[in-house]
């Protein structure tokens, strides 16, 4: 029998690579987004709702047990704090944390009744770092490192496992995004910003979403059935300097 994993923010990145990868490894895979995919069953969904987002999830669980949960939608946000609006930080935090509340509370139900479950939050290298210029997003990737902790403790007795993955500097729409808008403002070459970024990676190189996703694969996995509470950093090394 297949086992069931939901996936936020699924449509685009590290969270389509994940989508593809489960697929391929015999899951049902619900893809909860905005923008529609043809991968997985879509489910459109806005993550800020928190409304939604447990109707939806709950439309899942009466007909499937909900294995997985990867708690990947996120917003990518630039400035300091004195750069950040109040309708900035509201957005950063509606997406990337409030967005993951919502998730991990509407599938714990069933996890609970079936004693398992593993939940695989997106944090970032920023979760264990701080960056320049990145106030909001640093903040809100910190505070995903600490829902699955607690998440973790929480829950080990009904054999529900969290834990967070870390990427550093991976090659996504997002990251491309992130570079044009740099490049717009200060007038920079695309691929000259873009191997500076690649030459900061003790490997040399930006990581893939794919191989972001074959993390997420084994933190799902019971090959990863004594790990829970851990960041699982994946970033060619950069925080070990």
Same mark, same amino acid.
């Given at each position: 029998?297949?086992?069931?994993?939901?996936?936020?923010? %699924? #449509?685009?990145? +590290?969270?389509? !690579?994940?989508?593809? /990868?489960?697929?391929?490894? $015999?899951?049902?895979?619900? @893809? =909860?987004?905005?923008?529609?995919?043809?991968?997985?069953?879509?489910?459109?969904?806005?993550?800020?709702?928190?409304?939604?987002?447990?109707?939806?999830?709950?439309?899942?669980?009466?007909?499937?047990?909900?294995?997985?949960?990867?708690?990947?939608?996120?917003?990518?946000?630039?400035?300091?704090?004195?750069?950040?609006?109040?309708?900035?930080?509201?957005?950063?935090?509606?997406?990337?944390?409030?967005?993951?509340?919502?998730?991990?509370?509407?599938?714990?139900?069933?996890?609970?009744?079936?004693?398992? %479950? #593993?939940?695989? +939050?997106?944090? !970032?290298?920023?979760? /264990?770092?701080?960056?320049? $210029?990145?106030?909001?997003? @640093? =903040?809100?990737?910190?505070?995903?490192?600490?829902?699955?902790?607690?998440?973790?403790?929480?829950?080990?007795?009904?054999?529900?496992?969290?834990?967070?993955?870390?990427?550093?500097?991976?090659?996504?729409?997002?990251?491309?995004?992130?570079?044009?808008?740099?490049?717009?403002?200060?007038?920079?070459?695309?691929?000259?910003?873009?191997?500076?970024?690649?030459?900061?990676?003790?490997?040399?190189?930006?990581?893939?979403?794919?191989?972001?996703?074959?993390?997420?694969?084994?933190?799902?996995?019971?090959?990863?059935?004594?790990?829970?509470?851990?960041?699982?950093?994946?970033?060619?090394?950069?925080?070990?300097?």
């Amino acid at each position: 029998m297949k086992k069931t994993c939901i996936v936020t923010g %699924g #449509s685009s990145g +590290i969270g389509l !690579s994940i989508i593809q /990868l489960f697929l391929a490894n $015999n899951y049902q895979v619900f @893809n =909860l987004d905005i923008k529609a995919s043809t991968f997985g069953t879509f489910k459109s969904c806005d993550i800020t709702n928190v409304q939604e987002v447990e109707q939806v999830i709950k439309s899942i669980s009466d007909e499937y047990t909900i294995d997985v949960l990867v708690s990947n939608a996120g917003v990518h946000f630039s400035g300091t704090i004195e750069d950040t609006t109040e309708a900035d930080f509201e957005r950063v935090f509606n997406i990337n944390v409030k967005g993951a509340y919502a998730a991990v509370k509407a599938v714990l139900p069933s996890m609970k009744s079936n004693n398992q %479950g #593993s939940i695989i +939050i997106m944090a !970032s290298d920023q979760a /264990l770092i701080a960056k320049r $210029n990145s106030f909001a997003y @640093n =903040l809100s990737k910190a505070a995903l490192a600490s829902l699955a902790k607690t998440t973790a403790l929480d829950y080990a007795s009904y054999n529900i496992r969290s834990n967070a993955v870390c990427p550093g500097t991976i090659e996504t729409p997002l990251y491309h995004q992130a570079i044009d808008k740099y490049c717009e403002r200060s007038g920079e070459d695309k691929a000259k910003i873009h191997q500076e970024e690649a030459n900061l990676q003790p490997l040399g190189r930006l990581g893939q979403p794919e191989e972001v996703a074959e993390l997420v694969l084994f933190l799902a996995s019971d090959k990863s059935r004594f790990i829970t509470g851990s960041l699982q950093v994946i970033d060619g090394g950069y925080t070990a300097q």
